[in-house]
Nanobody, 123 residues
């Protein structure tokens, strides 16, 4: 049974930082490209960034330079380091995986999803 479990969300002031984690189980993690998405209330799910099997990263313009994705295959975990947070970053953040070398910004491509973790940035 494949599980992706996000953690690390919470309430932070604007300008602050958070690090989200996504722990994977039930799959060969190193064979998966991983992505992060977010969904704010009343809005569609939005691409945040992705990391390939070889740790090449790609980000949405809205987070580029502020967010960093990394992975630790030994721990079956992908991370999202979020710095200089803004109120507009408030959303539920999801990790997702696809058994490919690279993954795109399209949520339709991903096979497995976590349950999400809430990030709230106060002004």
């Amino acid at each position: 049974q494949v599980q992706l479990v996000e953690s690390g969300g919470g309430l932070v002031q604007a300008g602050g930082s958070l690090r989200l984690s996504c722990a994977a189980s039930g799959l060969t993690f190193a064979s998966y490209a991983m992505g992060w998405f977010r969904q704010a209330p009343g809005k569609e799910r939005e691409f945040v960034g992705t990391i390939s099997r070889s740790s090449i990263t790609y980000y949405a313009d809205s987070v580029k330079g502020r967010f960093t994705i990394s992975r630790d295959n030994a721990k079956n975990t992908v991370y999202l380091q979020m710095n200089l947070l803004k109120p507009e970053d408030t959303a539920v953040y999801y990790c997702a995986g696809v058994p490919r070398l690279y993954a795109s910004s399209s949520s339709n491509e991903y096979v497995y999803w976590g349950q999400g973790t809430q990030v709230t940035v106060s002004s």
